[in-house]
């Protein structure tokens, strides 16, 4: 009888160095005014929270209260998403490392604008910001498909959205930011395992 020797601890090769897909929003997906935005920096961190609401019965004559289901909230999951003018810079120049350079280059050789790149820097904001108003008054905000590669994908409407500017440039556009986001599962049907 033979034994095989395949060494199944062995890394696969061709995963080494990928980079990892990155966070997708998709707005009122599977519509003709669907628009998909691609995060420019992955999350560093996912919370998801879950609250289950059950409902004390007192019952005459028992010694305990009868827990009973009452409800499953929706699930929250909130999401921080960096943006850097300096990153935005680096993905489109190759990863030069230097980021000063980079927007020196950028601008340099005509490719790009400084109002392109206070535009890059606004797309963001601007997308976030249209998820928070109903697109028909008097209608629920607009559905988000929340897509992070291999651990969640699922329909949302955002509930509270943060913007923090860190640093601004000349005309005082933002040029690094962090927006603090809370997604709320919006579902039609009972999920099931």
Known sequence: MAIATT??????????????????????????NAETFTV???????????????AKLPVVGL??????????RSIELPMSFHFSIFEKARQQLGGTPDP???????LGS??????????????????L????????A?????TVKVIWPNIVSFLAV?????FEYVKFDKTLAPIVYQADVMFLETRVARRYS
Not at 40 to 54: A, D, F, K, T, Y
Not at 100 to 106: A, Y
Not at 112 to 126: E, Q, R, Y
Request: hydrophobic share 35%.
């Open 7 to 32: 060494n199944m601890l062995q890394p696969n090769i061709g995963l080494i160095g990928k980079k990892p897909d990155r966070v997708r929003l998709i707005s009122n997906p599977g519509e003709e």
């Open 110 to 127: 005509g490719a790009v604008t400084s109002s392109a790149l206070s535009s890059a820097s606004t797309d963001f904001v601007n997308f």
């Open 40 to 54: 420019l920096l992955n999350p560093q961190r996912l919370r998801e929270s879950i609250q289950v609401e059950w």
């Open 129 to 136: 910001r249209s998820l928070c108003f109903p697109t028909v």
């Open 158 to 162: 955002v509930s509270r959205v943060d």
């Open 63 to 72: 010694d305990y209260e009868v827990i009973h289901y009452s409800r499953t």
């Open 138 to 142: 008097g209608l629920r905000p607009p």
């Open 100 to 106: 000063q350079t980079q927007i020196t280059q950028m």
